[in-house]
């Protein structure tokens, strides 16, 4: 990732700016006229980095989740409740998709697996 640039000339910061006819990444000070040729194209990376309570707020979110699709085929096991939210996924580490269900009451939120 690229770090922040300064202005040999006059020490302000460095604006990424292409060269269309050269086709080259250039940072370029808009104080003075000086600018260089960037040493690495990539000029902004986000990373995103979630905790495990963001993940697992997601999971009890989809329960409430009106376009997913439900079953009262499947009874909760914790607390027997006859309704239940499902999509599928991938697990982490794998490649192949798993079906995932979350019971609809309000109070258990209990996810599993098929």
Not at 52 to 71: C, G, H
């Amino acid at each position: 990732m690229s770090t922040m640039k300064f202005c040999r000339e006059c020490n302000n910061i460095l604006y990424p700016r292409e060269d269309r006819d050269e086709k080259i990444l250039l940072y370029a000070c808009r104080n003075c006229d000086h600018q260089e040729v960037a040493d690495n194209n990539c000029v902004y990376r986000n990373e995103v980095h979630h905790s495990v309570a963001e993940r697992t707020q997601v999971l009890q979110d989809v329960a409430t989740d009106p376009t997913l699709p439900r079953t009262k085929a499947v009874t909760c096991t914790v607390c027997n409740h006859p309704e239940a939210v499902f999509f599928q996924a991938t697990s982490r580490g794998e490649e192949v998709m798993t079906l995932f269900f979350v019971c609809c009451n309000p109070n258990c939120g209990h996810r599993w697996r098929d």
